[in-house]
């Protein structure tokens, strides 16, 4: 099974017992081994959640990793295009 995310990563939760937490960024900290429901999960660091902040677990596919910038996007600045 391939994981959505690794540590380091920025994700969306997509899914969360704590409604609260939906549609929160959280950074993915490390991979927990510690049964949490029944499951293995990320542990997240959830910076707008106090109450969630660096403990909370999620399961992989309740995340949704944030993409980063792309190297070129095909855009260009005007002056490059009157140049």
Do not use: Q
């Not at 960024?25 to 660096?54: E, M, Q, Y």
């Not at 949704?64 to 490059?80: A, R």
């Amino acid at each position: 099974m391939a994981l959505r995310c690794k540590p380091g990563d920025l994700a969306i939760i997509l899914h969360a017992a704590d409604e609260r937490l939906i549609g929160r960024v959280a950074t993915v900290v490390r991979w927990t081994w510690r049964d949490i429901h029944g499951f293995k999960g990320w542990i997240l660091d959830v910076p707008s959640c106090p109450w969630a902040s660096n403990d909370y677990a999620c399961r992989d596919e309740y995340l949704m990793p944030i993409g980063g910038v792309p190297v070129s996007d095909d855009v260009h600045d005007e002056e490059e295009l009157h140049a």
